[in-house]
């Protein structure tokens, strides 16, 4: 038996992430489930009949990622990896088993070569029994100029409201995978990390970032930034932050989009609402339409002091599939 020498609610360090899924079960078992893989989690009343699949997965640490968002008309099923590590194989082969209801199902991954790599193979294993399963990789961090290096980030939330809209809608699977794939094109996002992450299982942070600087596109497991320079203001936080998303994606009058501002699990909500009221205001003067804007911990790094800002460019179809109705343990602002 580990003794707790962290200042955090663990009983023992091994079983941190089991614990921590079997509490959350018991808590909302009106909404989630169990299944024969005990890191594989459904929506109650998944498979859905008349209705494609959808499934994501990755790894602990980024609540309310991934199993927040099982319910209706959004997640079916989430595969759940260790603390920053990908889910196993058998965990998304179950996942996509307790999702199809016969009309196939869509994978939807951030861009880590290990996630890919065993939900392929979960894939393949799938459609020896007949499922039909796609894969749709998310890489809207835009802290790399090379789009192939590029990681999922906070983008991959509006992307499963997106595509679980569209399920709801009736979409097929290819229709589903079409939309899905343009929805990635037009997410970007960035990340601004101001202290590091406390690792459960070692009780000790992954890397480090020292008083007085901020990491600029910083990743979800902390590491791999762009830049380290000294800590700014809000305001200039919120600036470069927008400024590296609209390089890459330039934004005019003619544009709508959806805004997020997460934090990434140990941020004062009243510092990510100081971070959105500059965004709103650069955003507006350059005559932006903000259809839609959120602010909370959305999808976190366990314990670090930061926080990301997520822009979606929208168009007519996403955004009716961005406001239909859905309703998840942890997402909520879209329930009617």
């Given at each position: 038996?580990?003794?707790?020498?962290m200042?955090?609610f663990?009983?023992d360090p091994d079983?941190f992430?089991?614990?921590?899924?079997?509490g959350f079960v018991k808590?909302?078992?009106d909404?989630?489930?169990?299944?024969a893989?005990s890191?594989?989690?459904?929506?109650?009343?998944?498979?859905?009949?008349?209705?494609?699949?959808?499934?994501?997965g990755g790894?602990?640490?980024?609540?309310?990622?991934?199993?927040?968002?099982?319910?209706?008309?959004?997640?079916?099923?989430?595969?759940?990896?260790e603390t920053?590590?990908p889910?196993?194989?058998?965990?998304?082969?179950?996942a996509?088993r307790s999702?199809?209801?016969g009309l196939?199902?869509?994978?939807l991954?951030?861009?880590?070569?290990?996630?890919?790599a065993?939900a392929t193979?979960?894939?393949?294993q799938a459609?020896?029994?007949?499922?039909d399963?796609?894969?749709?990789?998310?890489n809207?961090?835009v802290?790399?100029?090379?789009?192939?290096e590029?990681?999922?980030?906070?983008?991959e939330v509006?992307?499963?409201?997106v595509?679980?809209a569209a399920?709801?809608n009736?979409?097929?699977?290819?229709r589903?995978?079409?939309?899905?794939k343009?929805a990635?094109?037009?997410?970007?996002s960035?990340g601004?990390?101001?202290?590091?992450?406390?690792?459960?299982?070692?009780g000790?942070p992954?890397?480090l970032?020292?008083?007085?600087t901020?990491e600029?596109?910083?990743?979800?497991?902390?590491?791999?930034s762009?830049?380290?320079?000294k800590?700014?203001?809000?305001?200039?936080?919120a600036?470069?932050?927008?400024?590296e998303?609209?390089?890459?994606?330039?934004l005019?009058?003619?544009?709508?989009?959806?805004?997020m501002?997460?934090?990434?699990?140990?941020?004062?909500?009243?510092e990510?609402?100081?971070?959105?009221?500059r965004?709103?205001?650069?955003?507006?003067a350059?005559?932006?339409?903000?259809?839609?804007?959120?602010?909370?911990n959305?999808?976190?790094?366990?314990d670090?002091?930061?926080a990301?800002?997520?822009?979606?460019?929208?168009?007519?179809?996403?955004?009716?599939?961005?406001?239909?109705?859905?309703?998840?343990?942890?997402?909520s602002?879209?329930y009617?």
């Amino acid at each position: 038996m580990h003794i707790n020498t962290m200042q955090k609610f663990v009983n023992d360090p091994d079983t941190f992430v089991d614990d921590s899924i079997i509490g959350f079960v018991k808590c909302y078992p009106d909404v989630v489930a169990h299944t024969a893989c005990s890191r594989t989690l459904k929506y109650i009343a998944a498979p859905v009949a008349g209705k494609v699949g959808l499934v994501a997965g990755g790894g602990w640490g980024h609540d309310p990622a991934f199993m927040g968002y099982l319910g209706k008309n959004m997640l079916d099923a989430v595969a759940i990896g260790e603390t920053f590590t990908p889910p196993t194989i058998e965990s998304f082969y179950e996942a996509f088993r307790s999702a199809d209801a016969g009309l196939g199902v869509l994978c939807l991954c951030g861009n880590y070569a290990k996630d890919i790599a065993n939900a392929t193979v979960a894939i393949k294993q799938a459609a020896e029994e007949k499922i039909d399963v796609r894969m749709v990789v998310i890489n809207d961090d835009v802290a790399f100029p090379d789009i192939s290096e590029r990681r999922g980030m906070t983008g991959e939330v509006f992307l499963w409201k997106v595509a679980g809209a569209a399920a709801a809608n009736g979409y097929d699977l290819n229709r589903m995978e079409s939309v899905a794939k343009r929805a990635v094109s037009d997410i970007r996002s960035i990340g601004v990390g101001l202290a590091s992450c406390i690792i459960p299982e070692t009780g000790r942070p992954n890397y480090l970032i020292e008083n007085g600087t901020m990491e600029i596109g910083v990743g979800h497991h902390g590491l791999f930034s762009k830049d380290t320079c000294k800590l700014r203001s809000a305001n200039a936080s919120a600036d470069i932050m927008l400024s590296e998303i609209l390089n890459d994606m330039p934004l005019d009058a003619t544009s709508r989009v959806a805004v997020m501002i997460s934090g990434l699990g140990n941020t004062m909500l009243s510092e990510l609402n100081i971070l959105f009221g500059r965004v709103y205001d650069v955003l507006t003067a350059k005559g932006v339409c903000i259809s839609r804007s959120m602010v909370g911990n959305y999808f976190t790094s366990l314990d670090m002091m930061g926080a990301t800002l997520t822009i979606m460019r929208l168009d007519d179809e996403t955004l009716q599939l961005l406001n239909y109705p859905g309703y998840a343990v942890s997402f909520s602002h879209f329930y009617q």
